[in-house]
Structure formats: structure tokens, C-alpha cells
């Protein structure tokens, strides 16, 4: 009787639903999100090993249905596995700040890899069949750092035209650079000249509403208090730009929140956005530790504005994608 009674409750634990995570929902950094292949997937900085400092030797992506059911993926790709890495003659290097984009019925991940000084930051682009990976490397660096210019955090955005700019750079030099991409979305055809945002720190990202093109970016210290979210408008992806103020900012408990990304439901219409951030009360910094990955609801004015993002620590909202063909255009 004791083992039908023990064998029953095993198997009554083995079928309770796993429990749902709330914010932050996993350790990470620098998250970017899309809705693809009916699954919503975010790709971070996956620097759990001290060692790695805040960069990391290989990415991984979180894919859920509905925002609350999450797995993780086999390694995207490796260092190991990016041939030029070491052709900087730097002792040490990582990666971080992934995004992915999808055109040209393939997955582009684009990655930051560093380090930023003495040898100047460099850009990577892998090419792969499915968002979760595997992916391989292009072969060559996408764009070198030097001049004052910082080659980090690359955010490919495609147009309703099918044209693909990328949005990079940040850092001490504060500096944003978007470049019109080739059609093979692994190599720039040439630059467009913009003039940085106020308040830009790092971390670009564009998304479209409406008509409206927004450029959200990180403000301040990576590891301090000031670390934040702005965004300017503009109506074409390339500017010019109006800028519109903070919309994510630290709070009493929730530290430093930035280096994000949007994605909407093409079902509900409803956005998201995802970023990390520390979990402590005030304090000057600058913090150590890990930092975590949350996802909020984005609300919007009836002019268009972004209403300022509420951080929460309960479960995402539960949002369930529709049916999607897995080579649907990014954004």
C-alpha cells in the first residue's frame, strides 16, 4: 500500500504543471526578442560564469509559446567556432549583446565581440536554418571598431521595402552609426550619415508602428543607477530624429534597467519589451554580480507616444502567438 501510495505521488508531481517564472525571468543581459515560428524567442548575453566577466564564450536562446512556458537551446554558436576572433592578437575575448534577424528565408545573429580596448571592438554576423540555432559564422568581422568609434551592440532592422539597416555602436565614444546593408544581409554596402540622439548611450533598437519609427536606446552606466531607456521618432528609419524622453528607469527596488529590445503579437497587436536589469534597492554603484532578463507590457499614447514601462515581478503577461511559417521577415 505505502509504495502504490509513493509510486502515486510521484507521478502526481511528475504531472503538475511546471511552476511559471516570474520577473526577472532568467540570468542574462542585453536580451533581444522576436515573435517567430509561432514562439517567442529571446537571445541574451549568457554570462553566468564569473570568468566571463559580462561577456560570455557562447549564446543560447529562450523560446516560449505564451511568455511563461520557457526552454532553452542548445549553444547558437561558440567562440571556438568564429575563426578571426583571435586575429586581433588580444589575450582575452568574448561575446555579447546577440540579435537576430530573419530574411532571405534564413536566421542572421548578429554579436558583439570585444574586447573594446586596447584592440578595437568588432562585429560578427552567423547564419543559420532555425532561430534556435545552429548557426555559423560569416567568416569574417561585419565592421571593426577605432577612431573613437565603438563596434558593439548590432540591431539589423528590414524595412516594409525589404532594404536592412544596421544600428550599432555606443559606449565611451556614445556615438550611433546606422549602414544600408547588401542584400545578403552579411556584408555593408555604405554608410548613411545620422546624427546621434540625446541622451544615447548604447544598445540601438528600431521598431515600426503605425507609420512611426522608434529608436529606443541605453542611457548612462552599464552598472550604475542611471542606466536607462530613451527613445526618439522619426518617420523614416534612418531619421531624423525627435527626441521623446525616458520610458524604463530605475525604481526602489529594480536597478539600472536597459539594453533591450520590442516585439509585438501579430495576433493581439500588444508589444512587449524585454531588458535586464539588477535586482537591489538604490545605491551608487557600480553593482556586480549578474544581471537578469524581464519582459513588460509596452503601452502607447493615442499620439503614438510610449507611456513610461512599469516594471513588475509577477509572470509576463500570458500571450499566445498565432500560427506562423518559420521564414517570416523580422519586424
Keep these: 500500500m505505502r509504495l502504490k501510495f509513493l509510486m502515486a505521488a510521484v507521478a502526481s508531481l511528475a504531472a503538475a504543471p511546471a511552476p511559471v517564472p516570474h520577473n526577472p525571468i532568467f540570468v542574462g543581459a542585453d536580451p533581444d526578442m522576436v515573435a517567430l515560428c509561432g514562439r517567442w524567442f529571446v537571445y541574451p548575453t549568457n554570462a553566468v560564469d564569473p570568468k566571463d566577466g559580462f561577456a560570455a564564450s557562447r549564446f543560447y536562446a529562450w523560446s516560449s509559446p505564451d511568455l511563461h512556458h520557457w526552454t532553452k537551446s542548445a549553444p547558437l554558436i561558440e567562440m571556438k567556432d568564429i575563426g578571426w576572433i583571435e586575429a586581433d592578437g588580444a589575450r582575452h575575448h568574448g561575446l555579447w549583446a546577440p540579435s537576430l534577424t530573419a530574411a532571405n528565408g534564413r536566421y542572421y545573429l548578429y554579436y558583439s565581440v570585444g574586447p573594446q580596448n586596447p584592440t578595437p571592438s568588432r562585429l560578427g554576423v552567423a547564419i543559420g536554418d532555425s532561430p534556435d540555432g ?16 565603438e563596434a558593439i551592440d548590432p540591431m539589423v532592422f528590414v524595412d516594409h521595402d525589404g532594404k536592412a539597416y544596421l544600428y550599432a555602436g555606443g559606449s565611451a565614444g556614445a556615438k550611433l552609426r546606422i549602414f544600408l546593408m547588401k542584400p545578403d544581409l552579411t556584408e555593408i554596402d555604405h554608410e548613411i550619415p545620422v ?28 552598472d550604475g543607477p542611471d542606466y536607462s531607456v ?71 499614447a493615442k499620439d503614438g507616444r510610449i507611456l513610461p514601462v512599469r516594471m513588475t515581478d509577477g509572470p509576463p503577461p500570458l500571450s499566445l502567438l498565432p500560427t506562423q511559417t518559420c521564414m517570416e521577415p523580422r519586424r
Design 134 to 149: 545552429p548557426f555559423e559564422d560569416s567568416g569574417k568581422p561585419l565592421l571593426t571598431g577605432g577612431n573613437g568609434f
Design 195 to 222: 546624427e546621434t540622439p540625446p541622451e544615447f548611450t548604447e544598445g540601438a533598437f528600431v521598431h515600426e508602428r503605425n507609420g512611426v519609427y522608434y529608436l529606443s536606446y541605453s542611457h548612462g552606466h552599464f
Design 230 to 300: 530613451h527613445y526618439a521618432t522619426s518617420k523614416t528609419p534612418v531619421g531624423p530624429w525627435t527626441y521623446r524622453g525616458a520610458i524604463l528607469a530605475a525604481d526602489a527596488t529594480h536597478q539600472g534597467p536597459g539594453h533591450h529590445a520590442f516585439a509585438e503579437n501579430p495576433k493581439t497587436q500588444q508589444w512587449f519589451i524585454a531588458y535586464h536589469r539588477w535586482e537591489r534597492g538604490p545605491g551608487p554603484g557600480p553593482y556586480k554580480g549578474t544581471r537578469e532578463v524581464a519582459i513588460d507590457a509596452i503601452r502607447y
